[in-house]
């Protein structure tokens, strides 16, 4: 056999035509005693490539916990445009239940501060929209009703009065000019104006918002039919709450707390009654402790993971050897315990515990302690798991619902310093507090993997340290880029061995070649040929 250049050779190999072994086969017998050490080195690549993906997951789990519990909690929402705000504790919905005598004529909601108690509402009246109605059937109509070439839109009143000309010229219909108007705008501001038109009522313009400031004009001709046009002035809500007058703009506002959305004008005095809402708070507050022990099982058990040092990653060449289901328990075990023991998910889980069991300094209400409402930490081997006390946390929800809300969601007013801002932390939020620290560290070990976003959105600056400090380099990438700098060498060393090898094989068949021509020569002297 002749092999011209093969497999990182130099120059011409030649194999088995003197000797009649089959030497690639053995030279790449040799050359697999070699590899060991490179594979080895593929094999510590990938386990550290699992370690990475492990700590990802870890991450993932912990940022999804955080986002899913605040939306379920009602702390975060999410605009039509997909962007994520918060929520005040004061404006969530669950805490107080409000019932009115008249749904028909009034609809509420509570917020977490409404005042509870009885009160009393009458509806003198509801906010409505400017609204002009022009009596006319097409573009020509309208023509003749305006003073001047072109239709003249002014809204606004004061220092915030916006004008804008339709050039009616240019429009061949009343769907053209209803689409002009609801996009009208002076210097990129809107008008605040909806047009719309039907034949048996004709074009109807009105402000979008309620209130008896909003108003707008139309350039109409002074001599012309009063009967062509119908104007309603803009009104603002009236009502009287528990006796006392109160005016608005718009038919949806909050008094103390109670959210009000005004269907109709009352006949008689509508009663609000406002209480606790014992069970939908306790179901928040179970909710998320179920979740938050989730999570903290799941870390446990991967701490707490056998490491199996005998199961290597596998290469190609035995998997090839294995069936997929062997193939499938082998890595099940080759990826257990990458994470046994870690150092920052055990200190995660420490203080996690720790801080739950601290008192919660500065809260006006009765409780400044876990225990106090029915919460305490179960068996240290549990990793920080808690356990409620149903009827205990259910009286503290009923007794004072505003300091079971400080004690867990209290916010530190102006501290920087990281042990005044967790003594003067609510309980949940000591609880995201201390997983997005760690979060922070395991993403200087293995980066943010692919849920760079995702991460973000659980706080915004948490990859800060990471692109500054780091450069957006993990240590395991480090660690990754050093075993390939080896592996780089290593295969170098390779390349050159299998070509010694090759020479060696080569040079021997030269000299075996050459022996067979002298003995061919040396009997065909003697006659024997």
Known sequence: MINNGKKGGKGMRIGGIASGMDTEQIV????????????????QEQTIKWRQEAYNDINRKLANFILDSKKNLGLTRTTSTGILLSNSVESLGWVKKVTTSD???????????AMIGSHTVEIKQLAQAARQTIDVQNIDELKELIDG???ILTSGTGEDVKTVEIDLESLETMTDLVRAINNAADNNKSLGLRAAFDKDIGLVISTKNTGEDEVFEINFKNDIDPDKIKEVEGKDAIIEFNGKEVKKSSNNFSVLGINLQLEGVSTN????????DVESVYEKIKSFIDEYNKIIDDITEQINQKFYKDYHPLSNEEKQAMKDRDIELWEEKAKSGLVQNDPTLTRMLQTLRSRLYEKVEGVGGSFD?????????????????????????KNAINNDPEGVLELLFKTPEGSDENDEKVKNSGLVNRIYDTMVDSMKEIISKSGPGEDAALLRNVRSNILIDFVTEQSSISLLDKDI?????????EERILAQREDSYWKRFTAMEKAMAA???????????MGFY
């Open 28 to 43: 790449n017998d040799l050359m697999k005693v070699e590899r060991l050490r490179v594979d080895k080195l593929f094999q």
């Open 269 to 276: 005095p509508i009663t609000i009654n406002v209480s606790s």
């Open 515 to 525: 022996m067979q021509q002298q003995s061919m020569w040396l009997m065909s002297q």
């Open 481 to 489: 880029e050093k075993l390939n700098q080896r592996i780089i060498r």
């Open 369 to 393: 302690h876990i225990t106090q409402i029915g919460i305490t930490t179960g068996r240290y081997q549990d990793g920080g798991k808690l356990v409620i006390d149903e009827q205990k946390l």
């Open 103 to 113: 749904e028909d004529a009034l609809k509420v909601t509570a917020n977490a501060n």
């Open 149 to 151: 070439d072109k239709l």
